[in-house]
């Protein structure tokens, strides 16, 4: 039985997306490496990056009969109950959850009911803890990127070059709506992940587009309820594909990652929205700093899309809500070209089956904590709004942006050269969205002296003198 926290199927109403209770502003996570594993979450290089690399080195350490043993016990383990329970704790209200074809159809057609298992595990335990679940067909047969996040057997996106793996992709999406038409903590479909990056997006462009008709005229047959999801190519950042509506009932998906968080990174979508009148939903973005992903998160909120923070746990990491610690001697098992005997491969891997575990993982609440805009972190001043209008945040700062200042991938805290200061006039005001009042806020500025005040959701920052603001700590 859903016990959602607020009713009806999730739906597009003109450009906003709605429930029986009115408009949604969705707030997720997605389960990234559960049901399709990429090797960088596992702290593993290019040779271990696919799930077919990743499988086939578990297999040589351990065997056919040891590794079947590894992955279902990986499964349990690395996204369960307390994971959802904790979740909906944190204050998201949805999960996308990243599916590999290659476990649910084979090349014949026919259905992997244990595949199948697994998806219906992830809705059941959404319903149980009130969330609703993006169904994200991250790995498409043949593939659709070409890359190892798809798991392509070929390093090509064969999904647009053969009639085959376009068949078997609009028939697991057909089983997909047969089997979740009637479950409303079924949040939408999101048809394919992040298809034909980089010059592929220009030799099967319309092949895209193609497949995207096809798959909604398919899926309507059976559903004509849930939400349908487009995403543009080149890493669902090129918006030419998703330029016409698809249908009535859909949003388009845009990914954002390592880019300035002001409107400049997104106004191709917001013009997009305006022009076809279709909701817009930001379903990939993170592996940055608490500071950018404040800023990023704002800046989506502002202009009314959703999100979905990517992803949930990882080994060893500052930028997911969970870290796994990295067992010992995990290079090992990190390293294709060592050989170790199995009893020792078993040994290192049961320990990283019980790092993974929810309750055994570190929680990085600064990371939650800059969703979802609480007290409890250090913001650079350029992720707040002066004046309480938003600017580019290469003008926002007094001097140039530092080479590299958005690719703070490992979520390593910004060097002395990259804490630009931003300018107050006397009289001006810097802004930042906060939801509770801090217990203390401390401003560290390069000259002048500040005062905060806090008001209905929002911390200001004035200067009768004028001021070069840097940082602002807001403690819970």
Known sequence: MTHLHRPGFVRAEGTRIVDDAGPLLLRGVGLG???????????????????????????????????????????????????????????????????????????????????????????????????????????????QTGTNIDDSPNGKPELFMSEHYGSLTIRLWVELARRYRDRDAVLGYDLLNEPLPEEWQHRYRDELVALYRDLTAAIRAVDDRHLLMYEGSHWATNADPVSERFDGNQAVQFHRYWCAPDEGSIEEFLALREAIGTPLYMGEGGENTPGWVYAATRLYERHDIGWNFWPWKKLGTRTSPLSADVPEGWDLIGDPEVEIPAERAREILDGFLEAIRCAACTQRSEVVDALFARPGMTLPAWAGLRGGAAEPIAQLVDGPLAEGIWHHTNGAPYAAHERPAVVLLPSERLEFVLVDEPSDVRVMSEAGVTTSAWEDGMLTLSTVHGARIVEVEVRA
């Open 33 to 143: 490496t559960w049901l399709l594993p990429e090797g960088y979450m596992w702290r593993f290089g290019d040779d271990l990056a696919s799930p077919r690399q990743i499988e086939a080195r578990i297999a040589r350490l351990l065997g056919a009969a040891g590794a079947d043993d590894f992955w279902r016990r990986f499964r349990d383990a690395f996204i369960a109950d307390d994971d959802f329970a904790l979740i909906a704790a944190q204050g998201f209200d949805h999960v996308r959850l990243p599916m590999n074809a290659r476990a649910l159809i084979d090349d014949d057609g026919s259905f992997h009911e244990d595949g199948f298992a697994l998806v219906e595990h992830a809705v059941a335990l959404s319903e149980r803890h009130g969330l609703r679940v993006l169904l994200d067909l991250h790995g498409a047969p043949g593939g």
